[in-house]
């Protein structure tokens, strides 16, 4: 079993940066690829970076490359998401995931067995 909590959302201007962090319980983090989503109101979940779990790979989303940066430490069991260059459309409620050990599947580095409860970001224009 592995629990996923979410923390570094808020409130930032258009063009300002915030890192969101995910801290994993557990013994297994350094074998499981970690992803992060998010939803904003009325839409569907979306894909927007993984991370393998030795960090030598990642994988973005096109609406966030160049602006956001996925990273891990193994020794602190945490994920990190550096947003970049925010913009309004980044608004939403983002979720990180993890993986299964040892596995990096066709979809986004899942599938992803652990989700945590999710973190608001808010970008006003």
């Known amino acids: 079993q592995v629990q996923l909590v979410e923390s570094g959302g808020g409130l930032v201007q258009a063009g300002g940066s915030l890192r969101l962090s995910c801290a994993a319980s557990g013994r297994t983090f350094s074998s499981r690829a970690m992803g992060w989503f998010r939803q904003a109101p009325g839409k569907e979940r979306e894909f927007v970076a993984a991370i393998r779990w030795s960090g030598g790979s990642t994988y973005y989303a096109d609406f966030v490359k160049g602006r956001f940066t996925i990273s891990r430490d193994n020794a602190k069991n945490t994920v990190y998401l550096q947003m970049n260059s925010l913009k309004p459309d980044d608004t939403a409620v983002y979720y990180c995931?993890?993986?299964?050990?040892?596995?990096?599947?066709?979809?986004?580095?899942?599938?992803?067995?652990?989700w945590g409860q999710g973190t608001q970001v808010t970008v006003s224009s």
């Open positions: 995931a993890a993986g299964r050990s040892y596995t990096w599947g066709s979809y986004y580095g899942g599938p992803y067995d652990y």
